[in-house]
């Protein structure tokens, strides 16, 4: 029996180097590290900011507050996504608006996000499942028509006059929409860096925004960091230039920010992301030549994903059963996701399942198998030639 783990981390030399180089400089939590991880961002999406973050969730959360985002507003989301996409509009005040998926689809439905905009509604979270870019441009077409309905609170939601879009794209750093890297798409974009993502820093994320000009792009990267360090007027590694120990306290806010000691890690990840997502490519490949699984389509005329989960339903037998029996070979497999109003938090905030019959479907199919560049040829064959046997069995 082998041992073929679902999403470990991918860690060389190079990060561990960069990592013992911050704990030798003197300085390991926010400092210039992660102000050289946001440029390196940055220039790899095509945006002028960036904001490293301590996860995605507090890259959407604090994005929903700069953006004045409370009570008496609506935020819509996918059924069908982890609960961070959706947890973030409650902690800030607002209602939680969930929308299903069209049949066979992941991704939640543009039909029917129409139909659910309103004048409270302020801001979209679509969710790129799987490292798969939605259809933004089909996004910005609906909001356009619903232009007339946005009614602005205050200058910021002002300079856009029109629904805001905030892209979960936790699992699509490296995507591409239409040419344009996920990031630079949406007019913002939440990203994730957790272990389990193609490119992590153990925990953090970072949000990245399209240029509203120079002047607002600044003021939305100091009131973010602001927000992720208790409303401080300066951060620790400014307050230790000699005499300059002042601060004010702007607001009563978090803390989230990413340390040096994380971006250490990312920094290495991005210099050898060519390399991680080449090897994703082949293995995804790979999958789709020797398996019949209805798999999660990776790339189109329109997209090429990041990669990051290789999703499928199940054609025989019970996916449980699968799962278990997966196990049981030695390969741990994952389900992405349960839709939220299956989650005791959201039935307790009146959501039903019933309303929600497309990601009940899609869901109860669904899984996921390890993907990776970890993983080698001869695994991939196990797994593929072990689900064969289970189907075989289950005719």
């Not at 959407?60 to 947890?87: K, Q």
């Not at 509604?121 to 028509?145: H, M, N, Q, W």
């Not at 344009?180 to 994730?192: I, L, P, Q, R």
């Not at 329109?302 to 989960?309: C, D, G, I, Q």
Request: aromatic share 10%; with cysteine.
């Amino acid at each position: 029996m082998k041992n073929i783990p679902f999403s470990p981390p991918d860690i060389t030399e190079l990060e561990i180097d960069n990592v013992v180089d911050v704990l030798k400089s003197g300085w390991i939590t926010t400092g210039p590290k992660k102000k050289e991880f946001e440029e390196k961002i940055s220039a790899f999406c095509g945006t002028n900011k960036t904001v490293c973050l301590n996860s995605a969730t507090a890259s959407m959360e604090l994005c929903l507050r700069m953006l004045g985002i409370g009570p008496g507003d609506e935020v819509i989301t996918s059924a069908y996504t982890y609960t961070a996409s959706a947890s973030v509009i409650d902690h800030v005040g607002a209602k939680i608006v969930l929308v299903d998926t069209d049949p066979g689809s992941y991704h939640l439905s543009y039909d029917k996000l129409a139909d659910a905009i309103t004048e409270k509604t302020k801001v979209i979270i679509p969710v790129d499942i799987a490292g798969v870019p939605c259809d933004y441009d089909r996004i910005f077409e609906i909001l356009e028509s619903k232009r007339k309905l946005f009614k602005a609170k205050n200058e910021i939601q002002s300079s856009f006059n029109r629904i805001i879009v905030l892209s979960d794209a936790a699992h699509s750093f490296g995507a591409i929409y239409k040419s344009k890297m996920v990031g630079s798409v949406a007019d913002f974009t939440s990203f994730s860096f957790h272990a389990v993502k193609n490119i992590t820093t153990a925990e953090g994320g970072a949000l990245t925004w399209k240029s509203l000009g120079e002047k607002i792009d600044n003021q939305i990267y100091s009131l973010i960091n602001q927000l992720s360090l208790h409303g401080q007027s300066k951060d620790a590694l400014s307050k230790t230039q000699l005499g300059s120990w002042e601060y004010d306290i702007i607001s009563p806010a978090f803390k989230c920010n990413m340390t040096d000691i994380q971006a250490a890690i990312g920094l290495g990840q991005i210099e050898r992301i060519d390399e991680i997502y080449k090897r994703r490519r082949e293995v995804a490949t790979k999958y789709y030549e020797i398996s019949n699984l209805n798999f999660i389509t990776h790339a189109s005329d329109n997209f090429t994903s990041s990669y990051h989960l290789m999703l499928a339903s199940v054609k025989k037998g019970n996916r449980d059963d699968l799962i278990l029996y997966l196990a049981n070979l030695g390969i741990a497999c994952n389900v992405h996701y349960k839709p939220l109003p299956l989650l005791t938090a959201y039935k307790n905030l009146g959501f039903s399942i019933d309303d929600y019959p497309n990601s009940f479907e899609m869901y109860e199919k669904e899984i996921t198998l390890p993907l990776h560049n970890l993983l080698t040829d001869d695994q991939v064959n196990y797994i593929c030639d072990s689900i064969a046997r289970y189907e075989f069995e289950n005719v």
